[in-house]
């Protein structure tokens, strides 16, 4: 009986790292597409992988990040787009008497 137990925990474990997962996931998918990331884990607590199916097929708001950046990361840096300060070294010119 011991064993039985033990392995229904084991699924069980799995099945709460899946749920929480997809609710980490549908929140950054809602707030990436500019909704708002309480709507989005609301979402992901309650449908679960269905949360993350349905925030990919919603259109992303206009101003929102997923517009103007992309799903994923940062807007890329171009050279001219460097701050001057960024090329020069730490420490400055040093101490001068």
């Known amino acids: ?3 039985v137990v033990a392995a229904l925990g084991i699924n069980a474990l ?6 929480m997962a997809s609710a980490i ?8 597409k500019g909704y708002g990331d309480r709507v989005g884990l609301a979402s992901g607590l309650l449908l ?8 990919l097929i919603v ?3 206009p101003e929102s990040d ?3 950046i ?3 990361g940062r807007q890329k840096v171009t050279a001219g787009d460097v701050a ?3 090329h020069q070294q730490s420490g400055g010119a040093g101490v001068s008497k």
Request: net charge positive; hydrophobic share 60%.
């Open 84 to 86: 001057p300060a960024a």
């Open 1 to 3: 009986m011991d064993l």
């Open 70 to 72: 992309g799903p994923f």
């Open 66 to 68: 997923w517009k103007a």
């Open 48 to 55: 679960a992988p269905l949360g993350i199916i349905i925030w």
């Open 14 to 19: 799995w099945f709460l790292f899946i749920w």
């Open 59 to 61: 259109p992303p708001k």
């Open 25 to 32: 996931i549908a929140s950054y998918l809602s707030g990436r």
